[in-house]
């Protein structure tokens, strides 16, 4: 029996080392795809649950999962007290519990949270974001590397974008607006509020830190646009790496070594949320609220303003405000706030088919072995397969509020709602 229980002690870490980690926002390459197979089909609050945790606190960023951990953030206090967590991915057991400083909570939406953005890492620390734009890097046993608290983050919306890494810098978009004294409500609002949020403006950028010291690198300026929540992410385009990030009234490519905007197109929308995705040869964004467009654009030859040149197609049926699209190739889907599900032609934005699923959404979808994961705020995931005709395979509830968008690794599900942490497996 000891012999057997010290196999089985010895073995537990290999249960994870062929999983595929998930270390950002929508996985490996920010795409939402995931490798994995062989995962849950069906599950409820009562079955198909390896373990459900409580996670103290608020936020509403998504799990990231690296070797057999889980890494998710939270505020406490109402906001104030900033926590990075880290969770046994086999357990449920959290292993640490990092308070990493304290914040002035500022203006926010309902939906958003003090902790919404998700953390990243490149498995020798891990780099999360808190609502004031402070940054915090931590080794994987929870000891704090470096605090940046330069950015004194401010927008009507408070924040929702997401860091990134670029070899050894971190990537993250500040898109805000004008702080004022006592922030009123729309329509009875100054100028000044209503800078940045309903007047573009040119203040805001996205900052490069270096992973090792947190020292800034660099600053991209975006030129006049409004306010955004979209997570960006690295395309490589006639050879080179460039950083595609959207912003209200915006979609930019910047040099990832220097910051440089390389080029700019015009998209009407402000509170843009979707991140982008790319395929074909084209990156694929949601302009948000305010003349809501879903746009195909072209990524060969971009430098300077190329809305007039680049633009290859334009769809206002079917687009989503709040949960990012996703390729899986040959097709392009997206879901709705309002729950409506559509598979579109990539090449020239024509719906294949459009279809209500129910429900109101906030999570991006992800993909995994031929299926598409649609997670509800109510908490019901919906999985369709992937193709040219809508077929439902299963609709999961869990029974509370969901906003994260999934995370897979090693053939599990790991799902974030307001009050708990769950795992998801198959029996």
Not at 339 to 345: E, P, R
């Amino acid at each position: 029996m000891q012999r057997f229980i010290a196999i089985a002690l010895v073995s537990l870490p290999a249960i994870w080392a062929c999983a595929e980690n998930w270390p950002r926002f929508r996985g490996p390459n920010g795409q939402g795809h995931s490798a994995e197979t062989a995962l849950p089909v069906n599950w409820s609050a009562a079955s198909n649950i390896a373990w459900k945790t409580a996670i103290p606190g608020d936020g509403w960023s998504s799990p990231i999962v690296w070797d057999g951990k889980v890494f998710l953030t939270g505020a406490t206090d109402n906001g104030t007290k900033c926590h990075v967590f880290c969770v046994d991915a086999q357990s449920g057991r959290i292993l640490w519990d990092k308070h990493v400083f304290d914040q002035q909570p500022r203006r926010k939406e309902g939906k958003n949270s003090y902790a919404t953005p998700t953390p990243v890492t490149d498995g020798q620390n891990v780099f999360a974001v808190f609502g004031d734009g402070s940054v915090v890097a931590l080794t994987m046993a929870g000891d704090i590397v470096w605090t940046n608290r330069d950015v004194q983050f401010y927008s009507r919306h408070g924040l929702g974008a997401s860091p990134i890494l670029y070899n050894e810098l971190l990537i993250m978009p500040y898109d805000g607006s004008a702080q004022v004294a006592a922030a009123g409500n729309y329509p009875q609002v100054s100028d000044t509020e209503r800078t940045g949020w309903q007047i573009p403006w040119d203040k805001s950028f996205i900052a490069a830190l270096d992973t090792k010291t947190g020292k800034r690198v660099w600053t991209g300026k975006r030129g006049l646009s409004r306010i955004a929540h979209v997570t960006p992410l690295i395309a490589n385009i006639d050879g080179k790496d460039q950083i595609i990030s959207g912003a209200g009234d915006r979609l930019q490519g910047f040099e990832p070594k220097t910051g440089e905007l390389i080029w700019s197109i015009y998209a009407q929308g402000e509170g843009v949320t979707p991140s982008p995705v790319l395929g074909d040869g084209f990156v694929f964004a949601s302009s948000g609220f305010e003349k809501s467009t879903l746009r195909g654009v072209k990524l060969g030859g971009a430098k300077g303003d190329v809305t007039e040149s680049h633009i290859a197609w334009e769809q206002k049926k079917g687009v989503p405000t709040q949960p990012s699209p996703i390729f899986v190739k040959p097709y392009l889907y997206a879901i709705t706030d309002g729950g409506i599900a559509s598979c579109y032609d990539p090449k020239n934005g024509e719906i294949i088919w459009q279809e209500r699923v129910g429900g109101n959404f906030s999570a991006s979808p992800v993909f995994a072995d031929g299926r598409i994961y649609f997670l509800s705020e109510a908490g019901e995931t919906t999985l369709i397969e992937a193709g040219p005709q809508f077929k439902v395979l299963a609709k999961n509830p869990l029974g509370e509020k969901c906003q994260a968008s999934i995370a897979i690794s090693n053939q599990r599900l790991f799902i974030r709602s307001d009050k708990n942490l769950f795992c998801i497996t198959k029996p």
